[in-house]
DNA sequence: AGGGCTTGGTTCAAGTTTGAAACAAACCTA
DNA sequence: TAGGTTTGTTTCAAACTTGAACCAAGCCCT
């Protein structure tokens, strides 16, 4: 089978979402490493703990739910930790698992960071978009999340075909 | 002036987007790591400048164009001539001035390579969205890069505004 | 109970990214 | 045309990410 190379429309989508992806990160990187000291993944770690009940989560959990390695999350809590944003805490029922606890410090330092973060979310993102387009972009999003997490089962891609032409292009 | 919170539905679009965009970037560059050895970002470089005229292009323009800084696009291009993907050469106009040229084993490792990508991209991304949802995706992420790039002046934001409130969510 | 497999988490080295600082060439402008 | 600013690129240290390897602790299974 011939590769099925992308169409014009979607090379076009391809390329401006990875722009826009860039960029938008970036963008929010700056803002809350500016504003609250750290990345916006270890913003988001406080935050989903901050909804937690009883303001903590099992390492396994938090790193389900923020879609990072548990390595990744070992890091960055490490890093929070150490700022006081959070502690860890031993599992009384599994003796193997660790808990990462907001601390009051890490509640107050979300709460401060929090309405220029959202501000920032807004500028770049949703004033930009329709009402229609925020309810596209949930829709897309969650389609490919989906299909990228079927079970955890990294299937795909079993036929890979192998063909070549003049110029490759797809970035 | 008091925050304006995230509404259910952008909360909802926020992190369905947020996930997406993690998992489809760790997707590829997986896949890229493991069938051409480099990860996303450096494939794109071979790949727009596979693209340019002669296949060499100016670091600034390169950067420019893949959205990402001048001192990122250094360190790739280092890792990429050392590996012989690319050369690079002066410019004759402006001595100041570096250009990356694709060499043909270059060439020829993105050939080789355009295959899997563009496979998994369409697993990944267009199989899972309609037509309409192609476009739709071109478009949003237009707004979203055209927002963020305003001539690159970082303006924005200079009115954040500070209130506080019991749980700050939006992660 | 004694393996052996699985799960939860961390560790480590290698690779990458960031942002500020350093340099050098080009471009004014008085 | 000397001096100052801007532009193009690299350098450097610190922070972050990756993936494989490791160590326990739980979980079978006999």
Same sequence: chains 1, 2.
Avoid: N
């Avoid at 808990?99 to 410090?105: F, G, H």
């Amino acid at each position: 089978m011939t590769t099925r190379w992308l169409s014009p429309d979607e090379q076009r989508a391809w390329r401006a979402y990875i722009a826009a992806s860039l960029l938008l990160e970036d963008a929010i990187d700056r803002q809350l490493q500016q504003d609250a000291g750290m990345p916006h993944l270890y913003y988001s770690i406080l935050s989903v703990l901050s909804e937690s009940p009883e303001r903590r989560l099992r390492m396994t959990d938090l790193a389900e739910r923020l879609k990072i390695t548990r390595s990744r999350l070992t890091y960055a809590v490490t890093r929070l930790e150490k700022d006081g944003m959070l502690r860890r805490e031993a599992c009384r029922h599994d003796k193997r698992g660790s808990i990462a606890a907001l601390t009051d410090e890490g509640f107050a330092v979300l709460e401060r960071a929090a309405p220029g973060h959202v501000e920032t979310v807004r500028s770049f993102l949703f004033d930009r978009l329709s009402e229609e387009q925020v309810g596209q972009l949930e829709e897309i999003s969650a389609a490919i999340a989906q299909g990228l997490q079927e079970d955890g089962t990294r299937s795909a891609a079993d036929d890979v075909p192998w063909r070549r032409r003049s110029s490759p292009s797809c970035s």
